[in-house]
């Protein structure tokens, strides 16, 4: 494949920081209103941007394929964002994180100056698919999926998961550049996805520490009948052993399903909080023009009302569905302790044994030390569970209580 010239180095000044600029787009791809920051970045007069097809601000260095999968989410009633590269009326190119938000008759497309290092990594991968298209003649479709690989090589499961992380990325990057004060609602929701990831992660590793004792009721039943014969008490502690070992196989396969508690929902929450905290700040932004000279004032005014609210109820159900699996999943940490108390009393039990035993214990003082050493990594992966889901019920409760204290 051949290399694609992109202009990206060309970028104007004209887009700050501070600048929030919309459009509202209705159901055919063209421009109904948007407010004075769009118009006058663009550098486009009113007229020659209302009714005309939204791709007049679109850069010829934008991928087609990544360009489609944005219009496609948005006239599939879902929310979505992205990097898009824009020009200007001059032709100058400039980037933005745009977010697009369907209405009944179209979508509202937001925009903010994006400054992450995200970015800097999604310039090349554009490039790389602008050329596939240009110059390899690859089809929307074709790009689409390369994208989603340069996406995965990047670490992200897909689109959603990289989506989320970028516009929260440039929402805090914002937020921090301007000296403005971290939304909480945001703050809380990035603490649940830290520990929600501590859960998800450690949910395989208890799974591995427990197979670990597996083997020891086999080797006890060996030492028993070394030590002691067929019938005496070291026997009687591999036979309990082995019966817990077996109830708790299918234990921990519960425990395993129940600690994926749902990364995937929970970015969708972060990305419709972001939404719910930039749309204020448009709304503050545009309520303060002294002119507006698209009409529809009062129309956009209600829709993007509607939307915060919307997007704040889709977070707060997402964030409350989340606690209640976090409460469940509490309750079988509970029941995993007190198998873990299992572990313990044979250990135990071994050891008292071992002190009576006539003979070689060696065989006997490993069994003991692994079930010591498997004891004390279950204690510490369990206790770093149990902290994680003890933060994702605080910060929710935290998150709902401040939303809840909002909305009323």
């Known amino acids: 494949m051949q290399s694609y010239p992109g202009l990206y180095a060309l970028e104007t000044d004209r887009f700050r920081l501070e600048d929030l600029f919309f459009s509202r787009i209705d159901k055919r791809g063209h421009i109904q209103s948007g407010n004075a920051a769009f118009q006058y970045i663009s550098g ?9 097809p939204q791709k007049i ?3 010829p260095d934008m991928p087609e394929c990544v360009f489609f999968m944005l219009s496609e989410s948005a006239q599939k009633n879902e929310p979505i964002g992205g990097y898009v590269v ?4 001059q032709g100058q190119p400039f980037w933005v994180f745009a977010i697009m938000m369907p209405l009944d008759d179209g979508f509202i497309s937001i925009r903010l100056k994006p400054t992450s290092k995200i970015l800097e990594k999604i310039k090349p991968v554009y490039e790389k698919l602008r050329a596939a298209e240009e110059i390899d003649g690859a089809s929307v479709d074709d790009g689409a999926k390369m994208f989603l690989a340069e996406l995965e090589e990047m670490g992200f499961d897909d689109y959603s998961h990289f989506m ?3 516009l929260i990325a440039e929402t805090m990057g914002r937020i921090s550049n301007l000296g403005k004060a971290r939304p909480q609602v945001i703050s809380a929701l990035q603490n649940i996805a830290e520990a929600v990831s501590i859960v998800e992660n450690s949910g395989g590793t208890v799974e591995m520490l427990f197979s670990r004792t597996e083997q020891i009721p086999y080797n006890m039943r060996l030492q028993a009948g070394r030590l002691e014969g067929a019938d005496g008490p070291i026997r009687v502690i591999s036979d ?4 817990m070992s077996q109830s708790l196989s299918h234990s921990l396969s519960g425990f395993r399903d129940a600690a994926e508690l749902g990364a995937g929902p929970l970015r ?3 990305f419709v909080s972001a939404i719910a905290t930039l749309i204020p700040e448009v709304l503050a932004i545009y309520s303060r023009e002294a002119t507006n000279d698209t009409g529809d004032r009062k129309l956009n005014l209600d829709y993007l009302t509607d939307l915060t609210d919307q997007y704040e109820k889709q977070s707060r159900t997402a964030v409350s569905q989340l606690a209640d699996k976090a409460r469940r999943f509490a ?3 509970r029941d995993m302790r007190r198998m873990m108390s299992g572990l313990e009393m044979t250990r135990i039990m071994c050891k008292i044994e071992r002190s009576k035993a006539q003979g070689d214990t060696e065989g006997l003082d490993e ?4 079930l010591q050493s498997s004891e004390q990594d279950l204690n510490r992966v369990m206790t770093e569970i149990e902290d994680a889901v003890r933060v994702i019920l605080e910060a929710s409760d935290q998150m709902l209580r401040r939303t809840s204290k909002e909305a009323a």
């Open 367 to 370: 069994i003991v030390n692994r």
């Open 57 to 59: 601000v679109r850069h």
């Open 268 to 270: 969708s929450a972060m």
């Open 164 to 166: 989320s992380d970028a």
């Open 331 to 333: 309750r079988i940490c």
């Open 240 to 243: 309990n052993h082995r019966q």
């Open 44 to 52: 486009y007069d009113w007229s020659e941007l209302i009714g005309a």
């Open 86 to 89: 824009n020009r200007t009326k």
